[in-house]
């Protein structure tokens, strides 16, 4: 959030002059490399996120952990518009037949918006109620945040290979691989929590371009001139998506709203503006509300849809027979609607085997047993087959250093990259902390969208080891080394751990030398 624009850490051109001739290249700098490099790249490493995320999609088939909610509410939003109640043993009746007739009477109470579960019902229409049917979207949405990461990272930094090692290490992410192949709602949040940022990043560039050309042109205003934000609109869309998804997407959408006024004030200030903060109060932040919030609370809406024009929904009553005035006289019925998920929510205390708190997090204290059997099959006389939800151990842990230097980055030289960093980070941690107070129950894959922004301030430190591309010394050939060891560590780390978390069958022996503590089974 920072004002200050350090020489991209890691680039590939030539570090630009100290005062370069144009004010355009002042305030963002151009990407180096042509348009088949910066696609090239990021695509092969999509390529081998798509490979792990769709190989044996289908295994295990079963129901797995909190698929017993979201699958069969995807479906029925599919036959009815609306979640619908089912019949006991529905989980067992759509596995045997995925034509079951699994309902009951009467729309379902649910607890999150149905955003995620109309994106788990695309998958189903396409490829059936099966167990590959419903992971197909979140292993397709796992796979884009790839792609989206890479490109993002490589205009942060102005580096295509500093943007295909973040791609790389989100692929290799043990609780980004499990909640992607998986018919959850968390890897929803964080793809468009991701495509939202991603959004806002190019608008940064875009948007400094304009004011640095209408200055070049001539606009003296006391304020700086007006310009345009398009980029933002997709953002409130992208981030409302999130917010429809599970309601923490909101943290996001006011995180990186307050981050892109600072980003704002920082371009007029550097570009020599004469009232930098009142040039964003006026000429931006309130646009910016209106491109963030408004828009974003309009695509929340509409994904109400289901509910709002057809009967049967929970507590919807009989919809008025002008379908122009339906969203209007379904407004206070949601209203209430909302106000009974969110007591379910502040009341959710019950003791869960596998809950943890957002200080465990980070540390991968408590990670959750997705799936777990002991089948036949091993060669041993025990075996074991597993789904653990847990992150890479190198990635997290050595995300934990990285962000403290992400931290110190921002602080002493305003490095605006690192701030984003730290800021996607605690918006998606440290807003935990009053429900963790409160005794909620919760799980480590709350933390999924926090694992771009981890992955963020992890490749920026190791821009930093690197160092710049000139002058060429002993020093950036024994930083790229040490670079090179961290991504090979993380993968042979996600390799060890590949079986457990793709329910492989291994010896339980195996299984066991995998689980490195107590708190892990």
């Known amino acids: 959030m920072a004002m200050t624009d350090l020489t991209p850490a890691g680039t590939e051109a030539a570090p630009r002059p ?27 490493v999509t390529a081998v996120a798509a490979f792990l995320r769709f190989y044996r999609l289908g295994s295990p088939k079963a129901v797995v952990f909190d698929e017993t909610y979201y699958a069969k509410d995807a479906l029925s939003l599919l036959k009815f518009g609306y979640e619908h109640t089912t019949v006991k043993d529905a989980d067992k009746m759509l596995i045997a037949d995925p034509h079951a007739n699994i309902w009951s009477d009467g729309g379902s109470f649910v607890v999150h918006p149905p955003a995620g579960k109309w994106m788990i019902a695309i998958g189903e229409q396409l490829f059936g109620a099966t167990p590959f049917g419903w992971r197909f ?41 499990v909640t992607g192949r998986a018919a959850l709602l968390d890897v929803f949040v964080m793809f468009w929590i991701l495509a939202g940022f991603g959004c806002l990043v190019v608008d940064r560039d875009r948007s400094r371009q304009r004011l640095a050309d209408r200055i070049e042109d001539g606009d003296t205003s006391v304020y700086g001139p007006f310009v345009l934000h398009g980029w933002r609109i997709a953002a409130g869309v992208c981030l409302g998506m ?54 974003s609370l309009v695509t929340y809406l509409v994904t109400w849809s289901g509910w709002i024009f057809n009967a049967g929904g929970w507590d919807r009553g009989t919809p008025s027979s002008n379908p122009l005035w339906r969203p209007f006289e ?38 959750v047993a997705f799936y777990y059997t002991e089948p036949s099959g091993c060669g041993a006389s025990k075996c074991s087959s597993e789904i653990l939800g847990i992150g890479t151990p190198a990635l997290w842990w050595g995300a934990i250093a990285a962000l403290v230097g992400a931290l110190v980055l921002w602080l002493v030289v305003r490095d605006w990259r690192a701030g984003a960093a730290v800021l996607g980070f605690t918006a998606g941690w440290l807003t935990w902390f009053p429900s963790a107070f409160a005794d909620r129950t919760m799980f480590l894959f709350y933390a999924t969208p926090m694992v771009p922004f981890m992955i963020i ?65």
């Open 18 to 44: 100290a005062f370069p001739p144009r004010l355009r290249d002042w305030l963002a700098p151009p990407i180096p490399g042509g348009v088949l490099a910066g696609w090239l790249g990021p695509l092969l």
């Open 457 to 521: 301030a992890i490749v920026l430190m190791l821009g930093l080891l690197v160092g710049p591309e000139r002058p060429p010394g002993p020093r950036r050939v024994l930083g790229a080394a040490g670079a090179g060891a961290f991504m090979l560590v993380v993968l042979a780390n996600f390799a060890y751990f590949y079986p457990i978390l793709s329910a492989q069958v291994i010896t339980y022996a195996e299984w066991h030398d995998r689980i490195w503590f107590n708190s892990w089974i």
């Open 330 to 367: 379904a407004l206070p019925k949601l209203w209430k609607y909302h106000r009974e998920m969110l007591n379910f929510h502040n009341g959710l205390h019950d003791h869960h085997p596998y809950q943890s708190w957002p200080w465990d997090w980070p540390i991968l204290r408590r990670p």
């Open 137 to 177: 979207m979140p292993a397709l949405c796992g796979t884009l945040a790839v792609l989206i990461l890479a490109r993002v990272v490589r205009r942060m930094t102005r580096s295509t290979l500093l943007g295909c090692a973040a791609g790389l290490l989100l692929a290799l992410d043990g609780l980004s691989f």
């Open 242 to 295: 999130a917010v429809a998804t599970k309601w923490t997407g909101v943290f996001y959408l006011a995180a990186f709203g307050l981050m892109v006024v600072f980003w704002d004030y920082g371009a007029r200030r550097a570009a020599g503006v004469r009232a930098p903060a009142a040039g964003t109060l006026l000429l931006d932040a309130v646009p910016a509300f209106f491109q963030l919030v408004a828009v």
